[in-house]
T-cell receptor
Framework: GAVVSQHPSRVICKSGTSVKIECRSL??????MFWYRQFPKQSLMLMAT?????????EQGVEKDKFLINHASLTLSTLTVTSAHPEDSSFYIC????????????FGSGTRLTVV | GESVGLHLPTLSVQEGDNSIINCAYS??????FIWYKQESGKGPQFIID?????DKRQGQRVTVLLNKTVKHLSLQIAATQPGDSAVYFC??????????????FGQGTTLQVKP
């Protein structure tokens, strides 16, 4: 079946530094990738949608200059949290879609980001 | 605005009993619905999906029911097991989705299975 690998699973960084999270589709080409953020005991909140080779579309209220998304290939999308602050601490999850009806969405295992 | 919500934040059931998790959605034009299971510290895991042209779909120990009249979705888990303990989310795909559009997630229901 479709597998999405997300790394790292956990990261601790100092306030003011940047962190990159990778999301790879291992056995299929992901036309579209989605990035979500999830705070404790809350639901998944969509941050942005990225299509291979084009700029990401950000949801309202999400700072595009702070959360940089790159989807340079059909198997890799990255999310970079720039100048991280403690309030950016959260669980970040990616999802990939083949862009073909019937194949659904495959989620990564998530990245726990802690900013200290 | 559009939203997908759940009636019960926590559901506690006895092992072996059946579980029913409910979800209400507000966009009558929604075409595609998915149930996900999320264990602590992990990403969502696909359980079952259903399109708006169906009112019932069955999987292994799970059944999803869709009532478009009242915009209600439910997940039934038969013979609930301790391994079913997790948070369950319903998600709504956009109208006319070809499984490529963004998903809107509901609040989530925590299922606790008592031994």
């Amino acid at each position: 079946g479709a597998v999405v690998s997300q790394h790292p699973s956990r990261v601790i960084c100092k306030s003011g530094t940047s962190v990159k999270i990778e999301c790879r589709s291992l056995d299929f080409q992901a036309t579209t990738m989605f990035w979500y953020r999830q705070f404790p005991k809350q639901s998944l909140m969509l941050m942005a949608t990225s299509n291979e080779g084009s700029k990401a579309t950000y949801e309202q209220g999400v700072e595009k200059d702070k959360f940089l998304i790159n989807h340079a290939s059909l198997t890799l999308s990255t999310l970079t949290v720039t100048s991280a602050h403690p309030e950016d601490s959260s669980f970040y999850i990616c999802s990939a879609s083949r862009g073909t009806a019937g194949y659904g969405y495959t989620f990564g295992s998530g990245t726990r980001l802690t900013v200290v | 605005g559009e939203s997908v919500g759940l009636h019960l934040p926590t559901l506690s059931v006895q092992e072996g009993d059946n579980s029913i998790i409910n979800c209400a959605y507000s966009n009558s034009a929604s075409d595609y619905f998915i149930w996900y299971k999320q264990e602590s510290g992990k990403g969502p895991q696909f359980i079952i999906d259903i399109r708006s042209n169906m009112d019932k779909r069955q999987g292994q120990r799970v059944t999803v029911l869709l009532n478009k009249t009242v915009k209600h979705l439910s997940l039934q888990i038969a013979a609930t097991q301790p391994g079913d303990s997790a948070v369950y989310f319903c998600a709504e795909g956009p109208a006319g989705s070809s499984n490529t559009g963004k998903l809107i997630f509901g609040q989530g229901t925590t299922l606790q299975v008592k031994p």
